[in-house]
């Protein structure tokens, strides 16, 4: 089951810091590419991270030098280290992880308070 499933959100303060998480039974080894996304009430879905099989990085320019995108190939765990928290990154966060197609993970919610 190659299905991802998110983990981690919750409520933080402005400032504050989460950690979300990625897992899936599939093989990071032969995913074609990963990526965070999120949706704010009202907005369209859009990138927050990407990470290419090949290891290059992309980062919306508002999370730039706030977020970490990574991975474990051992255990087939995405990651997003969220530093520096504003109330404007509250949204559902989504992970989508790519072998030919792309598969969405069910989405976990971060709220940040001011």
């Known amino acids: 089951q190659v299905q991802p499933v998110e983990s981690g959100g919750g409520l933080v303060q402005a400032g504050g810091s989460l950690r979300l998480s990625c897992a899936t039974s599939?093989?990071?080894?032969?995913?074609?590419?990963m990526g965070w996304y999120r949706q704010a009430p009202g907005k369209q879905r859009e990138l927050v991270a990407d990470?290419?099989?090949?290891?290059?990085?992309t980062y919306a320019d508002s999370v730039k030098g706030r977020f970490t995108i990574s991975r474990d190939n051992d255990n087939n765990i995405m990651y997003l280290q969220m530093n520096s928290l504003k109330p404007e990154d509250t949204a559902v966060y989504y992970c989508?992880?790519?072998?030919?197609?792309?598969?969405w993970g069910q989405g976990t919610q971060v709220t940040v308070s001011s």
């Open positions: 989508k992880l790519v072998w030919g197609i792309a598969y």
């Open positions: 599939g093989s990071f080894f032969t995913a074609n590419s």
């Open positions: 990470l290419t099989y090949g290891g290059r990085t």
